[in-house]
């Protein structure tokens, strides 16, 4: 029974055929050969065949005189003789100079640290609410000389301590000197202040000796003072 479709005769099928079996060859023809591109086991690899200029016998030349440079080159035993001088241009990046100072500086109650270079990290603001700092009250005042119009002053052990209203002397245990400035510093505020300096916790630290004992009176009743006196107890609670 027929579906209504029209069908081929034979000799139209064997002409499509014919015709399809030919387009493939042409097809074929057109293509490269996959074998060129690729080797089987024990055989030399075959490089497909380019069309363009053919290369220049040069480059094998110069291909030459690099190998004959590479190897005429100083072994890695043998360094260059300016090689040692190269180490005297080298830059050490600040972080890693200021990460051998803290080495040093790592504990702040050794008697021979310097304010003025504390690195202020969260190891340095451990060991002062665990261990203190020395104030380097027994060290030589002579370079923190400070010249006036009358006279010449120098730092006072006696700004160390403070009289109170009732005759009482209390220590200024929060003042240290930093022989290298000349200068005294407020330990707490320079390691806990993190909002607004005073004289006292500034790069170069305090040296006005005329006005030596009203403005350390005036810091240690100061709210700037204050805050990293509360916030140092409560480190040394933790």
Known sequence: MSDGRKRL????YKKRAKKKLEEQERVLKQTKRLDLFFKTPGEQEIAPVLEGPALDDSVDETAGQLDD?????????????????????????HEIATESLSLELLSPCCSS???AFWVLNDATRDSIAKSGFKQNIDLDFSNSV???????????KSLFQRTLKNGEVQDRKWMVFSKSKGSVYCGPCLAFNFKEKSQFDCKDGFNDW????????HHENSPIHKSPIITLNHEKLL
């Not at 005769?9 to 139209?12: F, H, L, R």
């Open 9 to 12: 005769s034979g000799a139209e």
């Open 69 to 93: 440079n590479v190897s005429a080159g100083p072994s890695c035993s043998n360094p260059p003789a300016n090689l040692a001088s190269l180490n005297e241009d080298i830059i050490i990046p």
């Open 113 to 115: 640290e310097d304010p």
């Open 146 to 156: 400070r010249e006036y119009k009358d006279q010449k002053r120098y730092l006072s």
């Open 210 to 217: 005329k006005n030596g004992e009203s403005r350390a009176s």
